[in-house]
């Protein structure tokens, strides 16, 4: 599975740079979001990639959603998509933002890739294994190595939401003494803790499944977790509740390294 979403991560990458390379327009959607054919162009190349080697296993696209399609995952895996993460930096010219792909089994998020096209990073994971790769300027894979949470230390480093940032981080920050943190798009958060580089991100505002399901697989790939405040897996496949919209994410906190609880440092 990890070979097509690399195929198809690499395709719609590379479609990305040629837009941003001979410039577009900036639409906005309903819910205030941007979109651009940037987005449009990649989610076609990963729904066609899926469509030829799953068939059977149904998609829940950003892009798709928005236009009202909205497949029946009802007791079924499923492929979550966000095809351009971080549109807004992608707007702005930023390098942070990220294709990501991943298949959800029994509400939790089993595989998965991110890729950063124009850092020429990706990152993969699947049952217990994570990798981050090298991608040339041809689109190819020049090198993988194998990445891991690290232990965390005493002097953690915290990962925020480059444009949603929110009172209730600070206080978090606070409460387990925590110093030092970095501000950064897209779901390479998840990355970062993924590969050890980072050790905790708490979000405490909005966030769609498609936002999170990849970067949450490569993060538990690699012996990190995703929890809700309450302490509990952050799950996927939230559709029906009377609360929120479907595939809304409630608030959570993402932990690299052995420390997954929410106990005051």
Known sequence: ??????????EAGRAII?????????AMKADASPVT????EAERIILAHLA???????????ESVAAG????????????VDPLDGTREFVD??????VNIAYI?????????????????????????AERLVVMDDFTVGARSAITVREQPDDRLALASLRHNSPETGSFLADHAIFKCTNIGSSLKFCLLAEGKADVYPRFTRTMEWDTAAGDAVLRAAGGSTVTLDGTPLTYGKTGTAADFDFANPNF???????????PA
């Open 105 to 129: 089994e029994n509400g939790a998020p089993v595989a998965g890739i991110v890729y950063a096209p124009a850092l020429g990073l990706a990152f993969s994971g699947e049952r217990g294994h």
């Open 1 to 10: 599975m990890l070979r097509t979403f690399e195929k198809a991560a690499l």
């Open 253 to 263: 906190i993402s932990w690299g390294g052995r420390k997954r609880v929410l106990e």
């Open 69 to 80: 399609k909205v497949p029946d995952i009802a007791g079924r895996g499923f492929f979550l």
């Open 93 to 98: 010219g930023r390098q942070e933002f990220t």
């Open 37 to 40: 054919v940037a987005d449009e």
């Open 18 to 26: 040629t837009v941003l390379r001979e410039g577009f327009p900036v």
């Open 52 to 62: 030829r080697d799953y068939p059977e296993i149904p998609v829940v696209a950003e």
